[in-house]
């Protein structure tokens, strides 16, 4: 079992920067690959950033790619998004996800837990 807890959302201008942590709690942490999603209100939830277990490897949507950068630390259990540029269109609910696997990392389905999420909205 893992629980997740997002932080770091806010309201910030357009251009503004953000990052988003999300601890999670138990042992096996560093086994699982992480990605966060977001969801709009009205939208489906979206793929937004994924890495592996070991952190090596990333993958981004095409709309952050060079302004969204994620990362985590396996010491202390907490993956991040940093966020540079940010636009009014990246307003949406934050979520972090963990992975057992790295087969779907761009789906919502390929994730075995889910945080509650945390707000980012940005203003014109």
């Known amino acids: 079992q893992v629980q997740l807890d997002e932080s770091g959302g806010g309201l910030v201008q357009a251009g503004g920067s953000l990052r988003l942590s999300c601890a999670a709690s138990?042992?096996?942490?560093?086994?699982?690959?992480m990605g966060w999603f977001r969801q709009a209100p009205g939208k489906e939830r979206e793929f937004v950033a994924a890495?592996?277990?070991?952190?090596?490897?990333?993958w981004y949507a095409d709309s952050v790619k060079g302004r969204f950068t994620i990362s985590r630390d396996n010491a202390k259990g907490t993956v991040y998004l940093q966020m540079i540029d940010l636009k009014p269109e990246d307003t949406a609910n934050y979520y972090c996800?963990?992975?057992?696997?790295?087969?779907?990392?761009?789906?919502?389905?390929?994730?075995?837990?889910w945080g509650q999420g945390t707000q980012v909205t940005v203003s014109s």
């Open positions: 996800a963990a992975a057992r696997t790295s087969a779907k990392l761009a789906t919502t389905s390929g994730y075995d837990y």
């Open positions: 138990g042992r096996t942490f560093s086994s699982y690959a």
């Open positions: 890495i592996s277990w070991s952190g090596p490897s990333t």
